[in-house]
């Protein structure tokens, strides 16, 4: 992954604030230009721009981007020390998501990274966020950052995750992650977490360890050992979990101070895609750290066999 361009949306809230140190210092490493965009969503800001009266939309319009390239301009020269070309843009849009994955086709974005105000609950499933809108339709890798994960502390990464079934996705995901590594000079653990079955006579349904467990756990590792040999000179680990990925995922995260998850996605589209989600998509909810999301086109989905699986 070339790091070129990078694009930071944002809506000048604390959670964006702390994603954009991080896209700073991304683009500080990597020489690439930062791209600092805002969408103007009307009638997104509450009822400070509100008229008791059917208001004048362009007036409305111009009030917003006035305030926006105000507290624009603010964040750039926060930062002016910084070594960097940054391109500061405003756009206007009934909804933010599609404008950020617009504005990244246009202008050749290699990475975009965003904050996500982490909602919880029925509302987050409903509803979604922006963040999780632009993981799954855009067509460059995203960084999410967790309002909670999103702190001015969060700007180097010394250990990275990387969740392995090795299928394309997660090759890819491995390749970009010795890619930061080597700008970072971090550590990598390849992580692969095994779903126990469910066998009958177990107390509550609950799965009981076997000799098909244990034995698909000593392949996997022999298997994984085998991926961590093409490490390009990063250090790496490997690690074999039982249990739900996306669950194992995120605590073996924590557990360990993990700085960032590289995790490759499938891609999908459609109905599907927005009510099954993904192991991706449930580890960026609640990832304690930022997530690194690489999509392959859904051409390329289609076309690509399903990966054989290395253990029982």
Same mark, same amino acid.
Not at 23 to 50: I, K
Not at 63 to 84: G, I, S
Not at 109 to 130: A, C, M, Q, Y
């Given at each position: 992954?070339?790091?070129?361009? %990078?694009?930071?949306?944002?809506?000048?809230?604390?959670?964006?604030?702390?994603?954009?140190?991080?896209?700073?210092?991304?683009?500080?490493?990597?020489? @690439?230009?930062?791209?600092?965009? &805002?969408?103007?969503?009307?009638?997104?800001?509450?009822?400070?721009?509100?008229?008791?009266?059917?208001?004048?939309?362009?007036?409305?319009?111009?009030?917003?981007?006035?305030?926006?390239?105000?507290?624009?301009?603010?964040?750039?020269?926060?930062?002016?020390?910084?070594?960097?070309?940054? &391109?500061?843009?405003?756009?206007?849009?009934?909804?933010? @998501?599609?404008?950020?994955?617009?504005?990244?086709?246009?202008?050749? $974005?290699?990475? $975009?990274?965003?904050?996500? &105000?982490?909602?919880?609950?029925?509302?987050?499933?409903?509803?979604?966020?922006?963040?999780?809108?632009?993981?799954? *339709?855009?067509?460059?890798?995203?960084? *999410?950052?967790?309002?909670?994960?999103?702190?001015?502390?969060?700007?180097? %990464?010394?250990? $990275?995750?990387?969740?392995?079934?090795?299928?394309?996705?997660?090759? @890819?995901?491995?390749?970009?992650?010795?890619?930061?590594?080597?700008?970072?000079?971090?550590?990598?653990?390849?992580?692969? =977490?095994?779903?126990?079955?469910?066998?009958?006579?177990?107390?509550?349904?609950?799965?009981?360890?076997?000799? *098909?467990?244990?034995?698909?756990?000593?392949?996997?590792?022999? @298997?994984? =050992?085998?991926?961590?040999?093409?490490?390009?000179?990063?250090?790496?680990?490997?690690?074999?979990?039982?249990?739900?990925?996306?669950?194992? $995922?995120?605590?073996?995260?924590? !557990? *360990?101070?993990?700085?960032? %998850?590289? %995790?490759?996605?499938?891609?999908?589209?459609?109905?599907? !895609?927005?009510?099954?989600?993904?192991?991706?998509? !449930?580890?960026?909810?609640?990832?304690?750290?930022?997530?690194?999301?690489?999509?392959?086109?859904?051409?390329?989905?289609?076309?690509?066999?399903?990966?054989?699986?290395? =253990?029982?």
């Amino acid at each position: 992954m070339q790091l070129k361009k %990078i694009l930071m949306p944002t809506d000048f809230s604390d959670c964006a604030n702390a994603a954009l140190s991080q896209a700073v210092a991304l683009a500080g490493r990597s020489g @690439a230009e930062l791209h600092l965009l &805002h969408v103007v969503v009307m009638f997104d800001q509450g009822l400070h721009y509100r008229d008791p009266e059917f208001p004048d939309i362009e007036k409305v319009y111009r009030r917003l981007e006035v305030d926006a390239a105000a507290e624009m301009t603010q964040l750039v020269e926060a930062r002016k020390t910084m070594p960097l070309e940054v &391109h500061e843009s405003h756009c206007r849009s009934l909804e933010p @998501a599609p404008a950020i994955v617009d504005y990244a086709e246009e202008h050749d $974005i290699d990475l $975009i990274v965003i904050g996500t &105000h982490g909602r919880r609950g029925l509302r987050r499933f409903l509803l979604g966020s922006v963040a999780e809108e632009v993981v799954r *339709t855009a067509a460059c890798p995203v960084m *999410t950052l967790r309002k909670n994960a999103a702190t001015e502390e969060s700007q180097e %990464i010394e250990r $990275i995750v990387v969740p392995f079934d090795f299928s394309p996705d997660s090759e @890819a995901a491995f390749g970009v992650a010795k890619e930061l590594a080597t700008l970072y000079s971090s550590r990598i653990d390849l992580v692969h =977490a095994i779903q126990p079955p469910i066998v009958a006579g177990g107390m509550y349904g609950m799965p009981l360890p076997g000799p *098909t467990m244990i034995d698909g756990t000593l392949e996997m590792e022999k @298997a994984l =050992a085998e991926v961590a040999q093409s490490s390009d000179g990063s250090a790496v680990e490997t690690h074999v979990l039982e249990g739900s990925p996306a669950w194992e $995922i995120s605590e073996f995260a924590s !557990r *360990t101070g993990a700085n960032l %998850i590289v %995790i490759g996605s499938h891609g999908m589209s459609g109905m599907r !895609r927005f009510l099954l989600g993904s192991v991706s998509e !449930r580890v960026l909810r609640s990832a304690p750290c930022p997530v690194l999301v690489l999509r392959r086109p859904e051409s390329e989905v289609r076309e690509a066999p399903e990966p054989v699986a290395k =253990a029982s």
